[in-house]
C-alpha cells in the first residue's frame, strides 16, 4: 500500500503570501495519478489539481501542481481569504485503489 | 447543472445495515466510473468502493470488502451502497463522486462530488 504523507500538518501565513504544500508517496507514484482536493468546513472537497499539474475545471491559476517519483507540491501562488481551508493530496495505484493524505491545514497567521 | 445527490443515511446500531443511494443529473452517467468515499467526524478522506460504467468490475477497500455492495442503475443514474453488518468505525459522511479519466483507460481523481449523507453507527 502507498502511503501519502503530507507535510506540514498545519501551515500559518498571511493573505498575499505564497503556500508550499507537500506530498510525499511511500514509493513512487505516476505523475499522471497525482490529484489534490481543497476541503471547506462542512463541504464536499474539490478537485483543484489532476496528473500532478492539470488544473481541474474552473480553478484559478493560482493554484499549480508539480512533483514526480515520491515528492510532490501544491503551490497557491497568492493566498485569498478563501484559501485557508484544508487540502488533501491523493494517489491511484493498486490495492486500495485510491490513497489520501492526512491532509494540510491552511490557517491565517 | 452537473450534480450528485445523495440520500439515504441514518442512524443504525451496530451489526445493523443501510442502503446508500447517489442520483446523478446533468451528464451522462453511463459513461462514468462512479465512486464512494467516506469521512469519519473530524478525520481525513477514505476511498471506500468504486465501479465502473457497466458495473461489471468493483473495487472495495479492505476495510469494507466482504459488507458493503456497491452497485448502479444507468436507467435510473443511480449509484448505490449496500452496507451490511455496519461497525461503530463506519461512522461517517459518505459521498459519491464521479471519476476523471487522466490516461488511457485509468479513472484517477474525483471531479464532481455530492454533499454527502452522515452514517452514524451507535447503539
Redesign the interface.
Known sequence: EIVLTQSPGTLSLSPGERATLSCRASQSVSSSYLAWYQQKPGQAPRLLIYGASSRATGIPDRFSGSGSGTEFTLTISRLEPEDFVVYYCQQYGTSPMYTFGQGTKLEIK | EVQLVESGGGLVQPGGSLRLSCAASGFTFSNYWM?W?RQAPGK????AA?INQDGSDK?Y??SVKGRFTISRDNAKNSLYMQMNSLRVDDTAVY?CARG?K??GS??????V????TTVTVSS
Open positions: 465512486t468515499v481525513g478522506l477514505e476511498w468504486n473495487y477497500a479492505d459521498y476523471v487522466c490516461s485509468h479513472y484517477c481523481a474525483f471531479d462530488w455530492g454533499q454527502g
